[in-house]
């Protein structure tokens, strides 16, 4: 069971290198990532499969393939520019909802293939995977080559109307030097107790509208701004993905295991289980976060961030429910867990993309992705360590890591 768990942890240390170097070339770790993430499923496709080295250091290499940090930053530096500060955060839902239905499809699909064409067919189909995956990439290319020439085509034409543009910065200019001059008519106009009480409620409607201009103004150019730290709440949404991560990661390091000794079901039955509980993940954090009536009943339950604390405390609980010793009673506690998992994910993901700028971003958007995968590591690593101990101990204590952390939350 260690060395399960020591090879399990080779694989996911593999998804926090590609991560933390996302940081500073995303696009390279993606290439890279998904490149050698192809070459390791090629050799433990075409290699002897009595061959414990090349499958072991095969199927750790496809680790290599994470690119979640760099799609991420993709879609925040997209809509950079983008007036509507919400753009980006529903882009990265939509993001992270394409993720959850590739992870349903993946378990829906992955023990079937495994039953009847074992290891050589779920290597064939990693093979086709992550070939579609480099062809996506070079697609994604040549289509932010063709964005930046039509950019610079616009820009010429922009140049023509810089003029104009500089002339209706003059006229705001007066604008505002008018209304100051109002605000100054209005103040010595005030000689009498009769009149005063007007005329201060039409100097702060003045005051208003431009305090209201200058807001709207800071928030559009917020994405934009280099000169805005991050702040301890920046990390602490990152820690938190650490803490989410503890749940899922000794759920998928040891839930076959599990599922196999205490309840003696196979490999095929365990596929379809699992993707019973990512589809559920998928379907309630998409209707949730993506639909207006899910999120309207999502405010009325806690508005954010504190829907991020609500979806943790459902995680604790999932996992806890998950350690009783009954298979009903077991299956709704990982489809608990898995709808809050994904529903977690997705808020906290959304919400460092609205308080984080974008050149902050690119460090808090994969840094969150390297906590995570980091604590998929430590699960992995003392998974099968605590379940040789006692099979429900690892469900005991993330549940328990988890419930604690929303406390502190």
């Not at 100054?184 to 431009?210: E, K």
């Amino acid at each position: 069971m260690l060395w399960v768990g020591i090879y399990v942890t080779f694989y996911q240390a593999s998804r926090v290198v590609t991560s933390a170097f996302a940081i500073v070339c995303p696009k390279t770790s993606h290439f890279l990532g998904t490149a050698i993430g192809l070459a390791g499923f090629l050799t433990v496709y075409l290699c002897d499969n009595g061959l414990l080295t090349p499958f072991v250091v095969g199927t750790a290499v496809v680790g290599f393939s994470e690119t979640m940090s760099s799609m991420q930053k993709y879609a925040k530096k997209m809509f950079q520019l983008e007036p509507d500060r919400e753009m980006a955060s529903r882009k990265l839902r939509y993001q992270y909802a394409s993720v959850m239905l590739g992870v349903v499809f993946a378990f829906s699909i992955g023990g079937f293939v495994y039953q009847y064409y074992f290891i050589n067919g779920v290597a064939l189909f990693g093979v086709i995977i992550q070939s579609l995956g480099l062809t996506s990439f070079f697609l994604y290319l040549a289509l932010t080559s063709s964005l930046k020439s039509l950019s610079s085509a616009l820009i010429g034409n922009g140049n023509e109307k810089k003029e104009e543009k500089n002339n209706n910065a003059v006229v705001s200019t007066k604008t505002e030097e008018e209304e100051k001059q109002q605000i100054n008519i209005a103040s010595s106009a005030a000689s009498s107790n009769s009149t005063r009480s007007s005329i201060i409620s039409f100097v702060n409607r003045i005051r208003g509208s431009l305090l209201t201009r200058t807001v709207i103004e800071a928030n559009s150019k917020f994405d934009t701004d280099t000169e805005i730290a991050t702040t301890w709440i920046n990390w602490i949404v990152c820690i938190s993905f650490g803490i989410e991560a503890l749940t899922i990661g000794y759920n998928l390091s040891i839930g076959p295991i599990f599922l196999l000794d205490e309840f003696n079901k196979q490999t095929s039955i365990i596929g379809i289980m699992f993707a019973v509980g990512a589809a559920s993940g998928t379907f309630a954090a998409v209707s949730v976060t993506c639909t207006d009536l899910g999120k309207d009943v999502l405010k009325k339950i806690a508005t954010s961030p504190f829907d991020v604390c609500f979806a943790m405390l459902g995680i604790g609980l999932g996992v806890l429910v998950a350690a009783v010793p009954s298979f009903p009673v077991h299956i709704l506690g990982v489809v608990i867990l898995m709808c809050f998992n994904d529903l977690g994910a997705t808020l906290m993901t959304e919400l460092q993309a609205s308080i984080s700028t974008t050149s902050n971003y690119s460090l808090l958007g994969p840094m969150g992705q390297v906590v995570r995968r980091t604590l998929n590591c430590v699960t992995a690593l003392t998974g099968p360590i605590l379940f040789g101990m006692y099979p429900r101990l690892p469900y005991i204590v993330a549940g328990t890591v988890t419930l604690v952390w929303t406390a502190l939350l």
